[in-house]
């Protein structure tokens, strides 16, 4: 499972490392902030939903600190905490933890905008579709995905996501934002 939720991750975020050079959105974030998500998936014939959580437990002018963590049939899975360099351009990968080895393509195969409504609220979205390649410990990816971002949602930005592999099929839509 918890090798399931690494390559969902790194899946979902690998979009944003392909999106144009944005100013850091942590920047903007304080402690407690948090992202909530709904994913919805189907592996190997299986469905499953889980909810993903990010929170943002330390913050200074140079670094936050990210908190992880997916629940899936009421089990949580251990936090994982990511640290996120605020003076450089945000790179959302640095959340997935990807490993140095693990190679990829990716190929961008369109952009543009467009206001969708997730959970009862409307965003305006820059969208990005890319088909990506990847192979890690022998595991091979063969995915398009499409990511939805918005300055209006706090912490990564990201509204939805819809991939499609033939490892699995994957759909996250914001669920909720706050501040502790």
């Known amino acids: 499972m918890r090798y399931l ?12 490392a392909h999106a144009q050079p944005q100013e850091n959105p942590f920047k903007k974030a304080k402690v407690g902030d948090w992202a909530e998500y709904k994913a919805s998936t189907s592996v190997m014939g299986m469905n499953f939903d889980l909810m993903v959580k990010m929170t943002v437990t330390d913050i200074d002018d140079k670094e936050a600190t990210i908190s992880t963590v997916a629940t899936v049939k009421g089990m949580q899975t251990p936090a994982q905490t990511t640290k996120i360099d605020l003076t450089k351009p945000y790179d959302p990968t640095s959340a997935a933890n990807i490993p140095k080895d693990a190679k990829a393509k990716v190929e961008k195969l369109g952009d543009g905008k467009e206001k969708i409504t997730v959970g009862g609220k409307s ?29 209006d949602v706090p912490l990564s930005g990201m509204v939805k996501m819809e991939m499609m592999s033939n490892l699995a099929n994957m759909t996250m839509e914001l669920a909720g934002t706050g501040r502790k």
Do not use: H, R
């Not at 390559?7 to 944003?16: E, S, T």
């Not at 965003?123 to 890690?136: C, G, H, P, R």
């Open 5 to 16: 939720l690494s390559a969902g991750l790194i899946v979902c975020l690998m979009p944003f």
């Open 123 to 151: 965003y305006d979205t820059q969208w990005t579709k890319l088909k990506v390649l990847a192979e890690n410990k022998g595991v091979k990816l063969d995915s398009e995905i499409k990511v939805w971002l918005s300055k």
